[in-house]
T-cell receptor, first 112, second 114 residues
Framework: GENVEQHPSTLSVQEGDSAVIKCTYS??????FPWYKQELGKRPQLIID?????GEKKDQRIAVTLNKTAKHFSLHITETQPEDSAVYFC???????????FGTGTRLTIIP | DTGVSQDPRHKITKRGQNVTFRCDPI?????LYWYRQTLGQGPEFLTY????????KSRLLSDRFSAERPKGSFSTLEIQRTEQGDSAMYLC????????????FGPGTRLTVL
């Protein structure tokens, strides 16, 4: 089955700087890669996703890149703000088997 | 609130007791998923339904666990003879093919087994 690895496990950045979180996946059939943000005690919330037919997607300060050959994808947050502090999870699935396999999470702390 | 809802939000039980959780998906979503999340980990897939059909079950789902979605709307997850290792957050999510299969999560049910 699919295996998703996520790095780093913790990340601290100065407010206004950029943050990058990286994930790798094992199953070449995977073609859907969402990112979720989870604040303490709250539900995971989808913040951005990418499908395998594109290499990059951007939504305001958040972008995701995908390298299918290397089987890795990354989340980029620019101009970080204190409210970006949370745990971020990457995940992977493929059409026809929509169960998500999650990474182990990255705890992002924005230092004011 | 038109999002995914779960009930109860918290459940404390003694080892050996049975518990049942409920999930109400977003109304037009025909797919419903159950995940389990332990502290410091990402959600782990347990099972999923398309309408009333249970299409896949994880090996994590022992025979003490059973899930149903009898009318293709809400779902229940029952754990029989609970063990301390069952303590976790149980998350429900739903999706629709028309929505690109994005999964939207409920607030979860936190189970504590004493």
């Amino acid at each position: 089955g699919e295996n998703v690895e996520q790095h780093p496990s913790t990340l601290s950045v100065q407010e206004g700087d950029s943050a990058v979180i990286k994930c790798t996946y094992s199953d070449s059939a995977s073609n859907y890669f969402p990112w979720y943000k989870q604040e303490l005690g709250k539900r995971p919330q989808l913040i951005i996703d990418i499908r395998s037919n594109v290499g990059e997607k951007k939504d305001q300060r958040i972008a995701v890149t995908l390298n299918k050959t290397a089987k890795h994808f990354s989340l980029h947050i620019t101009e970080t703000q204190p409210e970006d502090s949370a745990v971020y999870f990457c995940a992977a699935s493929y059409f026809g088997n929509e169960k998500l396999t999650f990474g182990t999470g990255t705890r992002l702390t924005i230092i004011p | 609130d038109t999002g995914v809802s779960q009930d109860p939000r918290h459940k404390i039980t003694k080892r050996g007791q049975n518990v049942t959780f409920r999930c109400d998906p977003i109304s037009e979503h025909n797919r419903l998923y159950w995940y389990r999340q332990t502290l410091g980990q990402g959600p782990e897939f347990l099972t999923y339904f398309q309408n009333e059909a249970q299409l896949e079950k994880s090996r994590l789902l022992s025979d003490r666990f059973s899930a149903e979605r009898p009318k293709g709307s809400f779902s229940t997850l029952e754990i029989q003879r609970t063990e301390q290792g069952d303590s976790a957050m149980y998350l429900c999510a739903s999706s629709s093919p028309r929505g690109g299969n994005e999964q939207f999560f409920g607030p979860g049910t936190r189970l504590t087994v004493l």
